[in-house]
């Protein structure tokens, strides 16, 4: 399926719903773009990176594995969700997540059209990975999914548990290949 350009849904939405307040001299004051194909757990993000000499610059970035198969409603809904981000952190200079501000322009959206709902967290389907690894606790003989094998990692209950919460090499934890699962 072809993605389609997100600019123009960027451009309806701020129009529609945001007052273009998220832009400036008709240019987005954020960056909208498809993530490059590793985004897949998530539907979308917003972020702000600011350089060591002081430039700001946020973006939004949208899940192209998750949101090219499911109907234009998703990536509407799924963008708007994070334009909300964006217009909470640059327009009222406001540092919070889901918070109120959030959640007002979110139930403000969604009581003015019936087109997509807005929420906080996504029902999209995500497909699920098998895990590479299985990391074993040798103390209590916990199963944890890795991607990768990762030097020095300790269960994290037994260190809780019989160590105060400090790392301890008792509890180390050993890899298995998932393969061995078959």
Same mark, same amino acid.
């Given at each position: 399926?072809t993605?389609?350009?997100?600019l123009?849904?960027?451009h309806?939405l701020?129009?529609?719903h945001?007052?273009e307040?998220l832009t400036r001299?008709?240019?987005?004051i954020?960056?909208?773009r498809?993530?490059?194909? =590793?985004? =897949?757990?998530?539907a979308?993000?917003y =972020?702000?990176h ?5 430039h700001? =610059?946020a ?5 192209r594995?998750l949101?090219q ?9 799924t ?5 909300i981000?964006a217009?909470?952190d640059?327009?009222?200079?406001a540092?919070?997540a889901?918070?109120?501000?959030f959640?007002a322009?979110m139930?403000?959206?969604n009581?003015a059209?019936?087109?997509?709902k807005?929420s ?5 389907p995500?497909p699920v990975?098998t895990p ?11 199963r944890f999914p890795?991607?990768r094998?990762v030097?020095?990692?300790a269960?994290?209950?037994c260190?809780?548990?019989y160590h105060?919460?400090?790392?301890n090499?008792?509890?180390?934890l050993?890899?298995?290949p ?5």
């Amino acid at each position: 399926m072809t993605l389609v350009p997100l600019l123009p849904i960027f451009h309806d939405l701020n129009r529609t719903h945001f007052d273009e307040s998220l832009t400036r001299a008709a240019q987005p004051i954020v960056s909208v773009r498809w993530s490059d194909g =590793r985004l =897949r757990k998530t539907a979308g993000f917003y =972020r702000r990176h600011t350089s060591l000499l002081g430039h700001s =610059r946020a973006e939004i970035v949208l899940s192209r594995p998750l949101l090219q198969k499911l109907p234009h409603t998703a990536t509407e809904s799924t963008l708007c969700h994070e334009m909300i981000h964006a217009w909470v952190d640059l327009v009222l200079n406001a540092r919070e997540a889901h918070g109120p501000c959030f959640q007002a322009r979110m139930k403000l959206i969604n009581a003015a059209q019936n087109r997509f709902k807005i929420s906080i967290f996504h029902q999209f389907p995500v497909p699920v990975q098998t895990p590479k690894w299985w990391a074993v606790c040798s103390s209590c003989g916990l199963r944890f999914p890795y991607k990768r094998r990762v030097n020095g990692a300790a269960c994290r209950q037994c260190c809780n548990t019989y160590h105060g919460g400090n790392w301890n090499g008792s509890c180390l934890l050993t890899y298995e290949p998932a393969s061995q699962e078959a």
